[in-house]
């Protein structure tokens, strides 16, 4: 089972609120991943937690706030965002931090920004 | 610094056919590693194949194979007896170093003909 579950699908927020997307997985794997994708570009990495730790932060503004409260389950909460943020957002997980560790994703949750 | 390029704009295919998708890389690290992911229009990134700088041979999935040129420094991906289901956005992705962060190609769109 290579499943890692993303909730909410959809999302629309004012830029005054907060919230947040949740990704899920049980495969054992020991780091995980927060993407943004914009329509027909490249995904790009905002987050890596490896052992349920930050490991790399790719300079991501402070709005965005990422938790691991445990190692199945990884959090990323919003808060005042704008407009320009609105993108897919995606999770992955792979069974460790190594080069060569094979990423599975999930299906996203499209957050659109008013 | 590590470089993925896919300059392929879109690619058609008919049903049944083969169809390669081009990829090349450029990095000065001689342990990496090349990932081929497949989105659909749904949002999901789906794993294909993976192809390490040291494997002897290349990579195969069922109908994906990988066509590793070392020495020109390209990965292909060929998919055999399109499908339908094969139309998606594919993205070609590098990784080096001790990490697993991934650099993406910036994708490309297949569309199958029936």
């Known amino acids: ?114 | 610094a590590q470089k993925i390029t896919q300059t392929q704009p879109g690619m058609f295919v008919q049903e049944k056919e083969a169809v390669t998708l081009d990829c090349t890389y450029d990095t000065s690290d001689p342990s990496y590693g090349l990932f081929w992911y497949k989105q659909p229009s749904s949002g999901e990134m789906i794993f294909l194949i993976y192809q390490g700088s040291y494997d002897q041979q290349n990579a195969t999935e069922g109908r994906y194979s990988l066509n590793f040129q070392k020495a020109r420094k390209s990965a292909n991906l060929v998919i055999s007896a399109s499908q339908l289901g094969d139309s998606a956005m594919y993205f070609c992705a590098l990784v080096t170093g001790a990490n697993s962060k991934l650099t993406f190609g910036k994708g490309i769109t297949l569309s199958v003909r029936p």
């Open chain 1, 1 to 114: 089972d290579t499943e890692v579950t993303q909730t909410p699908k959809h999302l629309v927020m004012g830029m005054t609120n907060k919230k947040s997307l949740k990704c899920e997985q049980h495969m054992g794997h020991r780091a995980m991943y927060w993407y943004k994708q914009k329509a027909k570009k490249p995904p790009e990495l905002m987050f890596v937690y490896s052992y349920e730790k930050l490991s790399i932060n790719e300079s991501v503004p402070s709005r965005f706030s990422p938790e691991c409260p445990n190692s199945s389950l990884l959090n990323l909460h919003l808060h005042a965002l704008q407009p320009e943020d609105s993108a897919l957002y995606l999770c992955a997980s792979s069974p460790g931090p190594s080069r060569g560790e094979t990423q599975y994703f999930g299906p996203g949750t499209r957050l659109l920004v008013l």
